[in-house]
């Protein structure tokens, strides 16, 4: 069985900070592949990431940055400057065992971008 | 095709009716997915296709929720004798075969009265 670990269950900052949003993945397979969504109040998920488990390069895409490091099963998720449309629930997800599970998702990170 | 569409968006019910839902994939896509979403949590993994063959259902898919594909193209899913804890969200996803992101649709709201 797999497990998504998000730990910060909302952040709060203020516009222009930047913002790191934490994710743990557990599973016995070595390998597996590493997602992030974002899903905005109008409810759809929105893809914005995903990583395989043999490539730990880390990756920048505008204002966002995501950094994964297999040594402790971590996918972390940065916006730098942020703002108020980054304002979200952000979703964490794994994905291994063959895929036959799906997508294993974490409980999310609510982040709240303050002008 | 501009993405993952589902039908309808909102949906209420009374306790003990049959509520179906449909989902249209992004049209070039094999896989085929259902997930349920009720508030604060992340979505649970109901099923999957790959074409038309429903390969994997999840313990959380009940002998009253059927799904079906037929011919690999469009997706229902549907709920009998409904019960107030199935009142979620349901998204529908697809995806190429194998292990790549999966884009969903804006799901489906299913409220029990």
């Known amino acids: 069985a797999q497990k998504v670990t998000q730990a910060q269950t909302e952040i709060s900052v203020v516009e222009k900070e930047d913002v790191t949003l934490d994710c743990v993945y557990e599973?016995?397979?070595?390998?597996?592949?590493l997602f992030w969504y974002k899903q905005p109040p109008s409810g759809e998920l929105v893809f914005l990431i995903r990583?395989?488990?043999?490539?730990?390069q880390n990756e920048i895409s505008g204002r966002y940055s995501w950094n994964f490091q297999k040594s402790t099963s971590s996918f972390n998720f940065t916006i730098t400057a942020s703002q108020v449309v980054d304002s979200a629930v952000y979703f964490c997800a794994g994905l291994s065992g063959g895929g036959a599970d799906g997508l294993t998702f974490g409980k999310g990170t609510h982040l709240i971008i303050q002008p | 095709d501009t993405g993952v569409s589902q039908d309808p968006r909102h949906k209420i019910t009374k306790r003990g009716q049959n509520v179906t839902f449909r989902c249209d994939p992004i049209s070039e896509h094999n896989r085929l997915y259902w997930y349920r979403q009720t508030l604060g949590q992340g979505p649970e993994f109901l099923t999957y296709?790959?074409?038309?063959?429903?390969?994997?259902k999840s313990r959380l898919l009940s002998d009253r929720f059927s799904a079906e594909r037929p011919k690999g193209s469009f997706s229902t899913l549907e709920i009998q004798r409904t019960e107030q804890g199935d009142s979620a969200m349901y998204l529908c996803a697809s995806s190429f075969a194998g292990y790549t992101e999966a884009f969903f649709g804006q799901g489906t709201r299913l409220t029990v009265v």
């Open positions: 599973t016995r397979d070595t390998t597996y592949y």
């Open positions: 990583r395989n488990s043999f490539d730990e």
């Open positions: 296709f790959q074409n038309e063959a429903q390969l994997e």
